[in-house]
């Protein structure tokens, strides 16, 4: 079974650019997550998708991230435009279904830099 | 806001050693995960524990979940260098929506 696809793997760019990450969940899997680590620092979730709708954006900064999952399957999240704090492992997981019990599948993560 | 936090942040043992890191939540959880995360990795799914007072092994890994579900531990008897990595508890969040909220981890450094 394939696991969670992401790319790019790395990225680097300056403060105020815009940049673009992409993720293609295991097949069949409903849900999908977009997480953010920053260094030292356990994954904090960013927003989560049901199929193609929303479920939670509660903590994704809504000024400068927009995320879309437009055929219920890959998804891209999008920050325009990039902060110094920006600076972090962008991580994509998917799971089964949205359920308590939901073992969540991560993809390899994007680093990006911010400079 | 609810709140999973991990201790210690980080800990170096001797090959050999036992290991255990301590996982506090500020509110009752209906299950916990445990996930490990290699230097440079993702993280991976180890575990889920959803009864009150459960303990599970996987080999030399003990898991509990605490009686009052609020706290959970894991514990690594004779540590080997393929443990090296950080270890992250995460307890759904308040809104039922299978959103999880993930401890600061525990990073364990095993010398040989």
């Known amino acids: 079974e394939a696991g969670v696809a992401q790319s790019p793997r790395y990225k680097i760019i300056e403060k105020r650019q815009s940049v673009a990450f992409w993720c293609n969940p295991i097949s069949g899997h409903a849900t999908l997550y977009w997480y953010q680590q920053i260094l030292g620092q356990g994954p904090k979730l960013l927003i989560q998708?049901?199929?193609?709708?929303?479920?939670?954006d509660s903590q994704l900064p809504k000024d400068r991230f927009s995320a879309e999952r437009l055929k219920g399957v890959d998804s891209t999240l999008k920050i325009q435009p990039a902060k110094l704090e920006d600076s972090a492992v962008y991580l994509c997981?998917?799971?089964?279904?949205?359920?308590?019990?939901?073992?969540?599948?991560f993809g390899p993560g994007t680093r990006l830099t911010v400079t | 806001g609810q709140q999973v936090m991990q201790i210690p942040q980080y800990q170096h043992v001797q090959e050999g050693e036992d290991f255990t890191t301590y996982c506090n939540s500020s509110?009752?959880?209906?299950?916990i995960q445990w996930y490990k995360q290699r230097p440079g990795g993702h993280p991976v799914f180890l575990i889920q524990?959803?009864?009150?007072?459960e303990v599970k092994k996987q080999k030399r890994l003990t898991f509990q979940f605490g009686e009052a579900k609020k706290n959970s531990s894991l514990h690594i008897t004779a540590t080997q260098t393929t443990d090296v990595g950080t270890y992250f508890c995460a307890g759904p969040g308040s809104s039922n929506t299978g959103k999880l909220i993930f401890g600061q981890g525990t990073t364990l450094q095993v010398k040989p």
């Open positions: 524990l959803v009864k009150s007072g």
């Open positions: 998708f049901q199929n193609n709708g929303v479920v939670d």
């Open positions: 997981a998917s799971s089964l279904d949205r359920g308590l019990a939901a073992e969540q599948y």
């Open positions: 509110t009752t959880l209906s299950n």
